[in-house]
């Protein structure tokens, strides 16, 4: 994760690494025989949960030395004609994912 302030690791996760929690998921539910399950795991543990394990570490090391201070969040307003959709940014990839549907599927940004 690259980045030495929160602020930064934030911005590098949003413009791409979300990506490697996506297709881990992703990956994981392309398995569909046991044998085929445990070589998914197998990688995931070999090369996903060590990068995720840095990752993590590194953002607490970054937020020790530059605590997080979130501002109040605005009052959202539903409009008529539009959806409002909350997802909290614990995973951030799947919120990706959800909104590559709804555009694909022609909603408007």
């Known amino acids: 994760m690259g980045g030495a302030t929160p602020e930064d690791i934030a911005r590098h996760y949003a413009a791409g690494l979300w990506k490697v929690d996506d297709r881990c998921l992703g990956g994981l539910g392309t398995a569909n025989t046991a044998a085929d399950r445990a070589a998914v795991e197998a990688v995931v543990r ?63 940004t």
């Open 46 to 108: 070999t090369v996903y949960l060590p990068w995720l394990a840095a990752g993590a570490e590194h953002f607490q090391e970054a937020v020790r030395h530059q605590p997080l201070s979130y501002p109040p969040a605005e009052e959202a307003s539903a409009v008529p004609g539009h959806c409002l959709l909350f997802a909290d940014g614990l995973r951030f990839d799947v919120g990706q994912r959800v909104k590559g549907k709804l555009w694909s599927g022609g909603a408007a």
